[in-house]
């Protein structure tokens, strides 16, 4: 398999640790995905009522794509991708 190909995925925990000051840990339930924003995937008909990748949930603007406002998003910070993956 190429390295470099990233296969969509659901993260359902996100953990935290903090070392300095107080000690802390802890780790919460949620859902999240890991997609290239240039090849956005296809959800199943199954979960396409609870789910879905489209421009007005993100940064800006829905008459663009989720890529387009990230891309403005970022210039805005002083981020240049030059087109790169995301």
């Keep these: 398999m190429d390295s470099d190909v990233v296969a969509p995925a ?6 935290h640790t903090r070392h300095v000051d107080v000690h802390k840990t ?3 339930r949620l859902h999240t995905w890991l997609v290239d924003l240039d ?11 609870l789910a879905r990748f489209e421009s007005r949930d ?3 603007p829905e008459r663009v794509s989720i890529r387009e406002n ?8 002083g981020v240049d991708l030059g ?4």
């Design 10 to 15: 659901l993260y359902d925990v996100v953990g």
């Design 26 to 28: 802890f780790r919460h």
């Design 39 to 49: 090849d956005l995937p296809r959800l199943p008909w199954w979960l396409r009522p």
């Design 58 to 60: 993100h940064l800006g």
């Design 70 to 77: 990230l891309d403005a998003w970022l210039a805005g910070q």
């Design 83 to 86: 087109g790169g993956r995301v």
